[in-house]
Structure formats: C-alpha cells, structure tokens
C-alpha cells in the first residue's frame, strides 16, 4: 500500500469536548528536584511509508536518539491517517497533548488558530541562525512553519514536491518530442492519446495536485498576495484551469476519463501498464512501477509557461511541539535531532526529499529511483508552497487540505463541466474558509 498525503475533514478543537486519548496523553509534570529526573517524551508519528520498513526505521532512530541522549525516554506512537486531525484535535483539548509530533502538511497553523496548542520553536531556530545550521535548509524552508506572528510552529524534515514523469515509449510512438512548454505538453498528450482510445496522454486521480499546481506554474496560485482566494479572479489562475479543462472531457479527451472517480494509486497503475505516458506524483513512486517501466521512465524537466517561468509544488512535512509539554528543553532536542535524519526516514519509504543539503547528498539517494533528478528539477526553488503568493501559511491551509472542494473542482474540470461555474463555487468555499480563519 502506497502512502499519500491524506484528505479529511477539519473539526476545530473548540467543538471536539473533552472525550480525549487519556491512554497517550503528554508526559506529567516534574516533582523531584528538577536536575536529576528522567524524563519521558511522547512522540507521535504518522504513517509516511511502508507498513514494516518506515515504523521500523522510525523506531530504530528513537532508540538512537535515545542512547545518545541518556536520562530522555522517548515512547513512539504510529497514527494512521485515518481521522488524523481529529486525534490531535481531541487529546489538545483534553490536555493530552504528545510532547512531539509529525502532522499533516499545515496542521500546525490549524492548531495554533484552533486551540493555541503549538509551542513555537524560535529559540531552536535563532540557534541554527547563529550556528549555521540554517543555511543547510534549502530555500524558503525554514520559513514554510513561520506565522504572521514571526513565530515558528514546525521545523521541516521532508520536502513532499511533485514531479511529473513521462513514458519514452509512448513519446516516440507518437513521434513526439520531449515537452518543454505547456502548450506543448497538450499537443503531446493529444498525439499520445491517437495512439488508441484506451491510451491517454495523462492519468491522474484523487488528490487535487494538479489543479494545485497548474495554478502556481502559470504564475498565480490560489491565493494573493493577501492570503485571499484567487480561482476567479485572477486571470492567471481561472486560466490554468481552463488548461486543465481543455485536456478534459469536454476538451480533447486526452486524460482518463476515470480520472473523476479512481485513487492515484489506479493512476499509477494506468502509467505502469503503458495506458499513460505522463503523471505527477511524489519520488517515492519509483517502486511502485515495474521494473521494465521504470526502464522507461524520466523525469519531465519544469515546463515553461507563458512567461517564459518554470513553477512547481511542493508540500512540507514537519516536526512540532506542543504547549502543553512539561519538557521543552528535551522536546526541542528531539525535534533538532529529528530533522538531522530526515534522509534515513526517505531511504525507508518516506515521499519526499530532504530539505537539507547536507543530507540531501547522501550517496545512497544515488541508487533511489530518479531521486536525484526529480529534486534537482522539481524542488525548491522551482517548487512553491501551495500559499505561493501569499505572505506566510495561515490555518485555512489545513481545512482546505482536508475539504474535498479542490478535488471537486478537479473533477468537475476533468469532466467537462463549466469551468467559470466550478470555480466559482470552489472560490466561494475556499474564501469562506480564509475568512473564517481570521
């Protein structure tokens, strides 16, 4: 089973009571002396990799850190994505709190605006800036967690982009070139698509990636530079859907058609068996195709659009702290050790890659599949945060995350429904949930 940046609902911790996790609640106040006390942190951890080979290597790093720092226990929990912000929801607003946790890509803005429940992590950051350590994230980073306040609610450890990779096969089939623009990735996909009716330029499928994307690569994005919605009105944006909608089918007919209904697992799978010949999805995607695809397959370069610009995507999975710690100081520790072994976590199934140079030249990525190549083309800073225009992220980030009005849109966009319409009513629902966030 692959694992994907999960979809779910919001439900603010304000509505959630006080039925919350007792059985993994924050470690308890000191009462000794307060010099000599072992203290016990509690990690939670979600599922970002394979059942049996991350939870596994995720595990072997906490006893790591464990053994090298005496006196600190720390007792690892693996979340499923299943109701996901719920469960962090519930234990804050019960005081069950963990002392430390990874999260969705913008749960830490969602808690903060919710519950003040995030510990920021300046004094870790103004360390790294006096130390150096700051200059080994790359760019924009670090700055991915930082507030309207200035505060730092996460520090990164994976950088999840978005790459887009094609089929060689199926391009010289066609007797098409390799793409460089995003006219010419439609005139491909449409020559792809001659190819038979079963055969598609592109297959895609249940995340709202795409649209997400398109967005920011013709220079626009979701939002402005005030943090408001954009779908409609600026020209740039509601043009990139139209993009979308015109490979559709009300358009040519070059993306699947069970693009409206199929997971991206089913999207992959139509890429493997030579029904596709291009589809976005993370680096992680490489074991998930056979081996004879993957003799087939590179890495799309970034497409230039109108402007002659080259944008990409990527989201940021983080480490945070929670108010309710008793053990600050040990619980910063572990995050600024977490974040040096992001690399061993990618190397056991994590999607995404290193956000810090250092570890991003680890020689065993050399032998990952097309790992170089996609964070070299694909990341930052040709990849842009979802918030791309906008000053810094804010709590409606994670309720978009979690609504499914972006992956409606998508649809409605793949099926041929009116493009003007359908984005005025995601407009609608997404400025709803930034003005409800203010």
Not at 55 to 82: C, H, M, R, S
Not at 267 to 282: E, T
Not at 328 to 339: A, D, G, Q, R
Not at 405 to 418: I, V, W, Y
């Amino acid at each position: 089973m692959r694992i994907h940046r999960r979809s779910l609902a919001l439900v603010s911790a304000a509505a959630l009571g006080v039925a919350g996790l007792t059985a993994c609640g924050s470690s308890a106040p000191d009462t000794g002396d307060g010099g000599d006390e072992d203290v016990t942190l509690e990690f939670w951890d979600m599922s970002w990799g394979p059942a049996g080979q991350y939870d596994v290597k995720a595990q072997e790093l906490v006893d790591k850190f464990e053994d090298e720092n005496p006196g600190i226990t720390v007792n690892y929990t693996l979340n499923t994505w299943d109701n996901w912000y719920q469960t962090f929801a519930q234990a804050v607003a019960s005081g069950t709190a963990p002392d430390v946790s990874t999260g969705g890509g913008f749960q830490p803005f969602g808690l903060q605006q919710d519950a003040e429940a995030i510990l920021p992590l300046n004094s870790l950051v103004e360390k790294w800036q006096d130390d150096g350590t700051a200059d080994d994230f790359t760019e924009g980073m670090l700055d991915y967690y930082k507030d309207a306040d200035g505060n730092y609610l996460a520090i990164p450890w994976a950088t999840d982009i978005r790459v887009w990779y094609y089929r060689t096969d199926l391009l010289e089939q066609a007797g098409v070139e390799v793409p460089t623009t995003y006219d010419e990735l439609k005139a491909a996909c449409d020559a792809v698509h001659g190819l038979g009716a079963d055969i598609y330029g592109i297959a895609d499928g249940g995340t709202p990636h795409w649209t997400f994307m398109q967005g920011i690569a013709n220079g626009a994005g979701m939002f402005d530079e005030s943090g408001n919605a954009q779908l409609t009105t600026n020209p740039k944006e509601l043009a990139a859907l139209e993009y979308i909608a015109s490979m559709g089918q009300g358009g040519s007919g070059c993306i699947n058609p069970s693009a409206t209904t199929i997971t991206q697992d089913d999207a992959i799978a139509l890429f493997d068996q030579g029904k596709a010949a291009f589809v976005m999805d993370s680096p992680s995607f490489g074991p998930h195709i056979s081996a004879e695809t993957q003799e087939v397959t590179k890495v799309l370069p970034p497409l230039a659009n109108a402007d002659g610009d080259k944008l990409g995507l990527y989201f940021v999975n983080g480490i945070m702290a929670y108010s309710q710690t008793q053990h600050p100081e040990e619980t910063m520790k572990f995050i600024e050790y977490w974040s040096g072994i992001g690399d061993q976590l990618m190397l056991a199934g994590a999607s995404g890659v290193s956000p810090r140079t250092s570890l991003d030249a680890n020689p065993a990525f050399d032998e990952a599949f097309l790992y170089r190549e996609s964070a070299e083309l694909w990341g930052a800073p040709t990849g842009q945060p979802l918030f791309a225009q906008a000053p810094n992220g804010f709590a409606a980030l994670n309720t978009i995350d979690g609504d499914p009005t972006m992956l409606d849109l998508e649809r409605a966009l793949f099926a041929g429904n009116d493009v003007r319409a359908a984005a005025e009513a995601a407009q609608q629902k997404v400025q709803g949930f930034v003005d409800a966030g203010q």
